[in-house]
């Protein structure tokens, strides 16, 4: 081939040269245009990655909002369930309590009727021994007095039939003159 053929007329540059600029400035824009995307790529995957780390925080804000909700409801359930133990164990406690209790007092009544019953026997048994020895003493005082009065009017019949015996023989003597 000849050199015209294979050479520009205006610029006087090889068509092959030409060419292989052309080549170059297609792959450079190419080159260019890939670079291009992966750079919007990058940005994408940067703008992905950020949009991720920013689901990703809020969803650990979410996740950490709601364990705290959990964690608060199971703490108020769990305080919840524990104050009615703590009135159902005070509920029982007060209940053995006053069972406890009622059981000692009916114990301790039934003793001090027991007691109490022992103690009225016995001092029924000491009135009742006082009783006999004061009427003992009631019945010897008066079979005293009974022998005393007895020996008085005894004295006294014995001095009346003295004096009847007197005024008999008065009224003899006195029948006689």
């Known amino acids: ?88 164990t005070g509920r029982l406690l007060r209940e053995e309590f006053e069972a406890k209790h009622e059981r000692k007092r009916r114990e301790m009544e039934g003793n001090y009727q027991k007691i109490s019953g022992e103690k009225e026997k016995q001092l029924r048994r000491e009135l009742g021994d006082l ?12 079979e005293r007095t009974s022998v005393e009065r007895e020996n008085g009017l005894s004295d006294a019949l014995q001095k009346a039939n003295q004096n009847s015996d007197m005024l008999g023989k008065y009224l003899r003597q006195l029948e006689e003159r």
């Open 1 to 88: 081939m000849e050199r015209s053929e294979t050479v520009c007329r205006y610029c006087g540059v090889s068509y092959l040269i030409y060419h292989e600029f052309h080549q170059l400035n297609n792959r450079l824009a190419q080159l260019e245009k890939e670079l291009q995307e992966v750079r919007e790529s990058a940005e994408r995957e940067k703008a992905q990655r950020e949009a991720l780390e920013l689901g990703r925080l809020e969803w650990e804000r979410a996740l950490d909002l709601e364990v705290r909700r959990k964690a608060e409801e199971t703490e108020r359930s769990v305080r919840e369930e524990l104050e009615e133990k703590s009135r159902d």
């Open 131 to 142: 009783e006999v020895e004061r009427l003992r003493r009631q019945r010897e005082e008066l």
